[in-house]
């Protein structure tokens, strides 16, 4: 068996089980929570890393906190959009600009 089909098939039982290892990247602007992975281990994880840090910022994402850990995210991308400023919130009287 191809070393890496047998690498894909166990990272996908890791991940079906839950014991899978992702890269969860939190960013302040966007406030945003991103996952990268499956991956088989931490180190193997630590090693992806910087290419995901070095995507993000070259996109003009900053503030971030990334955290390598076990776990089965539900979405891989996660914007909170609670902190959205937006004026259409906002009444204006008779003669008042926003």
Known sequence: MDGNLFKNIFTSILEV???????EVVTDSPRCTY???PFISESEANLAKTGYIEDLESEGSNGLVVI????KPDNLTIYDDSLDFKLDRFFAFSGQTL
């Open 35 to 37: 996952f990268f992975g």
């Open 17 to 23: 089980i839950g014991l899978a290892v992702w890269i």
């Open 68 to 71: 390598v850990k076990r776990c």
